[in-house]
């Protein structure tokens, strides 16, 4: 209980009674006191006001003033309003000795008068006209705060502000060929979720009067083509295997990789689905694409994979280190110093000192249209120009049979007698310790253990040997089978220069002498040239 004072009669003379705070209440506010007597025109001396207060300890103090006591006021009330208009602070001075307790009526009138109409707790209101703690603050009403609202959030799920930094090498050098630059994305990936905003609610003052909450922010997905978003405009997804990219505030999904060119600034592409350089492919770097790959520039030492097609408007300086694979088929204005293997066909003005494979045919036309050193090889036709070169490099046309057949075949030549030489050599180490084991003659631990590995290898490789001469025989009768047929041809509409040398099928020929406008076929187990129709 916090200490307060009252006005009492001492021989009809207004006196102040000051009564001490206790179980910790707060002292009597002077300046209250003051501007209490000022208000009631009871006038005091200030330094035996001083003193009173000073001596004010456990028990009540009386000092006098020279007013006189004329009548007995009652109780008042001081009723304050928060600026926020918020809550409602009500503060109780007793009545003058003698005078009345403010009834519930008058004091919820001074509420009224104030207009304050809302969040009174009555129950606090009953409590507090009941005990009148004096001169303590009690607040008896409080308003509804609002309650504020969220702003819309977008969450992306990719590298929306993607930093070019090389990879660092465990050497401490850069590596500036591997960038990270590009965010893969498949689809139905997630791309962005939005969290809509919270509005809030609005609140209530004591004078009944509405509160808005703070205003927020709205957001909405922004995005172009090849994104799905849910009914409810939450969530966007892609619609397609490809690459996400966020430009001026927009989602951007695209299963065409576009770039100026593969250097530095961009590193090696490695991409689920198409890629287009618009310039060129420089030395050292790589692109491996499941889709097409189109480069409009020139490439210079790189390697290109693809799962379709290659096509290169400016030709491919290879730098006996250049590598194009194809899925599908590989389209170039010059091929040079390059390994060149494709699935489909292979077309070129010019080849020069080329490892080339098709899966079909290689054309070699246009106003050069040569095909001069290195290896060239199709399934069915080689259709050229000019063939060989009169300065003599080595050329070499292969026709016939699918070049994966041909590279098949070689290796299991090469596995039969690989293994064939080891069981060679296992044999007679294992028949003369199981002469020595019949005889009597006993083994080391480490004799029978390195005995026994023998034999189990010796086992594994008569199964590969057996199944390695198995399929060396399918492949040798489904060349027998095509026996008679043309499989395979090499048209020259030019010039073929003396050197050359053109395998169909099983069998070859060097060109010893110039030929032109001819082409080679096999028969009656020979290279033969024929007439052009």
Known sequence: ??????????????????????????????????????????????????????????????????????????????????????????????????????????????????????????????????????????????????????????EYFFNTDPKVKPTLNEDGSVDFFHLNTINHCKKGD????????????????VKNEKIRPREVKQAFLKFGHNIDINPEKTEIRSAVDGHVTFVGGKVFVSNVLEVENVDTAVGNIDYDGNVQVNGNVCENFSIVATGNVEVRGVVEGATIEAGGNIIIARGMHGMHKGVLKSKGNIISKFLENADITASGYVESESILYCNVT??????????????????????????????????????????????????????????????????????PVLEGAMQKIQSGIKLSQDQLLQIQKLAILNKEESEQLEESRNRLDELTAEIEEGNGEVKGQVIVTGDVYPGTKIVIEDVSMVVKGAMKYCRFIKEEGEVKMAAIY
């Open 358 to 427: 098709s899966g079909s045919e290689v054309k070699v036309t246009g106003k050069k249209g040569f095909i001069a050193g290195g290896r060239t090889v199709a399934t069915s036709k080689v259709e050229v120009k000019n063939l060989g070169s009169n300065m003599g490099a080595d050329t070499i046309i292969e026709v016939g049979m699918d070049a994966n057949t041909k590279n098949e075949i070689q290796e299991l030549q090469k596995t039969v007698v690989t293994l064939t030489k080891h069981l060679a050599q296992i044999k």
């Open 190 to 205: 997630l791309l962005a979720k939005l969290t809509p905003a919270d509005l809030g609610q609005p609140g209530i003052n």
């Open 1 to 154: 209980m916090n200490a307060y004072f009252q006005i009492v009669n001492v021989g009809n003379k207004c006196a102040v009674k000051l009564v001490p705070a206790n179980n910790g209440g707060e002292p009597i506010v002077r300046a209250e006191l003051i501007e209490y007597l000022r208000l009631k025109n009871i006038e005091y001396d200030t330094r035996v006001l001083g003193e009173a207060l000073e001596s004010l300890s456990t028990s009540p103090v009386i000092f006098p003033t020279t007013t006189s006591f004329v009548r007995a006021e009652g109780e008042s009330v001081r009723v304050a309003v928060t600026p926020d208009s918020m809550n409602v602070i009500v503060r109780l001075i007793p009545e003058f000795q003698g005078g009345n307790k403010m009834p519930k009526n008058e004091f919820m009138r001074e509420f009224s008068a104030r207009g304050i109409s809302y969040g009174i707790d009555e129950a606090a209101v009953d409590k507090f006209l009941e005990e009148r703690p004096y001169c303590t603050n009690v607040v008896l009403a409080k308003g509804l705060p609002p309650v504020q609202g969220k702003d819309a959030k977008i």
